[in-house]
């Protein structure tokens, strides 16, 4: 899989320096919560709601029957200019007014109309019966057909009572659950496989009536099986039928329908119930929800429901809240035994390309005519009887670069793929953490040194998905995307991940770079 050499010793020492790196730094707040903006003043506000679609919603209303009007009073004025005997002025006022009434018509209420169907999808209800409702449901039915059966007016009075309780839980659970405000919060910065820590919070806007029972449940149905649909998509109508294309002599767009699966959703952000037993009037209470993904990639939920089975648990009755959010999941950063073979390797060989003048020893090798004299080690010269030079290592000198070398598809099978996008994002986590000065390369991008910038990359990179560069606009060339990045004249040391074969690698990298081989 990867490329292994290193001792016992070096094993041990990567394994504490990565842990006490990883694990314990606190350059990265994992649980940092977007905050609330300070509420603003009355004209703040004022200015808000006048930008709103609330306020837009308002203004058709007002014009409508102010068009209304107009048209009411146009109607009434021709009237009175009949009976006056003005032709031409009861002509003038009744064509006015129903030019205002069909201008309202046509315009203000479908638009009304588009607003409250808007808004009845946006708060629909879903109903599930639960089984103590089926029970009540089923004795109803039983005590009815008894009642039917006898004419008992004691058990339709009891049939009665039954059927009103139903009534009395659809309508007070519905306003448990209307007008109540919905805001998740999550983490700025998540990680494949660590736990973290969301918050939902839940308001009550209400000045008199609380909410009981409420539950905060994701929205997202689960398919059992593939769903298929009807779709229409474009094709050529061609004749005659069984020729080249160049050989048809009359060619025209046409339409086919044809049944097609539709794609699975994409993964939500949680599944879990969060649970608000009271919600007093004019309060917010707030909820921390354990949040852990087991794949980098970005999570989206679109809607977040609301449900209750308060008074009588007759039902389930869930509201559905618009609130888009999203997760962007950065890819495993743990300390795998991979990456313990590599870095005492790349440590080795980034020293030895660093090497240089400094206060720390490198080595000591034989003096060379081009090496100054007064870096001759007298005491090596003398016991060996040949000139010794010491070389010491470049402290001003802690450039490096990451680089992922994104494979084309099939080169690789799925599970090597995640790992090599794991090791590239541990390698980065891990050399930032040790103050270099760390910069990160992706094929088709332009070189950036911000960490979160690069595991964003990451996250969602894909085997051979071109991505646009940052100067030109355009799409990165495939033949040979290790050339493009200039990586020999940057004057850094690069760790390339890579799945290419050790002889197609430029030989002029060899010097400033280090490969890991990705394989099977």
């Known amino acids: 899989m990867f490329d ?26 994992f649980n940092s919560f977007n905050s609330l903006e300070s ?54 006022l009744a064509s006015a007014s129903l030019v205002l009434a069909t201008l309202v018509g046509l315009i203000t209420v479908p638009y009304l109309a588009r607003r409250v169907a808007m808004e009845r999808l946006r708060e629909s209800f879903d109903y599930d019966v639960t089984r103590a409702g089926i029970m009540y449901v089923v004795v109803t039915l039983v005590i009815g057909i008894a009642a039917l059966n006898t004419g008992n007016n004691l058990l339709y009075i009891v049939v009665a009572a039954m059927l009103a309780a139903i009534l009395v839980s659809g309508i007070v659970s519905a306003w448990v659950l209307r007008w109540l405000e919905l805001d998740v919060r999550l ?9 973290v820590m969301g918050r939902i919070v839940l308001h009550n806007p209400r000045r008199f009536l609380p909410s009981f029972s409420v539950q905060v449940v994701s929205a997202r149905k689960q398919r059992a099986k593939p769903v298929k649909q009807w779709r229409c998509e474009a094709t050529t109508f061609a004749f005659p039928f069984n020729r080249p294309p160049e050989q048809q002599w009359l060619r025209l767009p046409d339409l086919r329908l044809r049944r097609a699966t539709v794609a699975s959703p994409p993964p939500g952000i949680f599944e879990g119930i969060t649970y608000f037993s009271y919600i007093p009037p004019k309060t917010e209470l707030a909820a921390d929800l354990e949040l ?53 390797l790349v440590r080795g060989e980034w020293e030895s390309f660093v090497r240089g003048r400094g206060s720390d020893l490198y080595r000591i090798r034989e003096y060379m005519p081009e090496d100054s004299a007064r870096h001759v080690d007298w005491k090596a010269t003398a016991k060996s009887g040949s000139l ?18 994104n494979p084309e598809p099939g080169v690789i099978s799925e599970r090597a793929y995640e790992k090599a996008v794991d090791l590239a994002a541990s390698l980065a986590w891990h050399f930032t ?19 979160h910038e690069f595991l964003r990359w990451l996250a969602v990179v894909e085997p051979g998905v071109e991505v646009l560069t940052a100067d030109a606009g355009k799409t990165a060339s495939s033949a040979d995307k ?37 394989g099977e």
């Open 292 to 344: 852990k993904f087991d794949r980098r990639g970005r999570y989206c939920e679109d809607s977040f429901g609301l449900a209750t089975r308060f008074p009588f648990a007759f039902l389930t009755k869930t509201r559905h809240v618009s609130l888009a959010r999203e997760v962007l999941v950065y890819p495993r950063v743990e300390p795998t035994d991979e990456l313990y073979d590599i870095l005492p």
């Open 482 to 518: 290790l050339a493009e990045l200039g990586l020999g004249n940057s004057g850094e040391y690069n760790i390339v991940v890579t799945t290419r074969s050790r002889g197609s690698l430029p030989s002029r990298l060899w010097n400033s770079s280090y490969f890991v081989f990705v």
């Open 388 to 405: 010794k030079v010491r070389e010491f290592a470049r402290e001003d000198e802690r450039k490096l670069a990451i680089v992922f070398d």
């Open 433 to 451: 953490a040790q103050q270099a000065e760390v910069s990160f390369l992706i094929p088709g991008r332009a070189r950036s040194r911000d960490l």
């Open 4 to 29: 292994r050499l290193r001792t016992r010793s070096q094993r041990t020492h990567c394994n504490c320096s990565f842990f006490g790196q990883v694990l314990g730094s606190k350059e990265v707040g």
């Open 187 to 195: 983490p700025e910065h998540v990680f494949a496989g660590r736990a």
């Open 39 to 92: 509420a603003p003043s009355v004209p703040g506000r004022v200015a808000q709601w006048l930008q709103s679609a609330a306020a837009e919603v308002w203004m058709k209303f007002l014009l409508a029957l102010l068009g209304l009007a107009l048209a009411f009073a146009s109607a009434l004025f021709s009237t009175v200019l009949r009976d006056a005997g003005n032709v031409w002025g009861t002509v003038l």
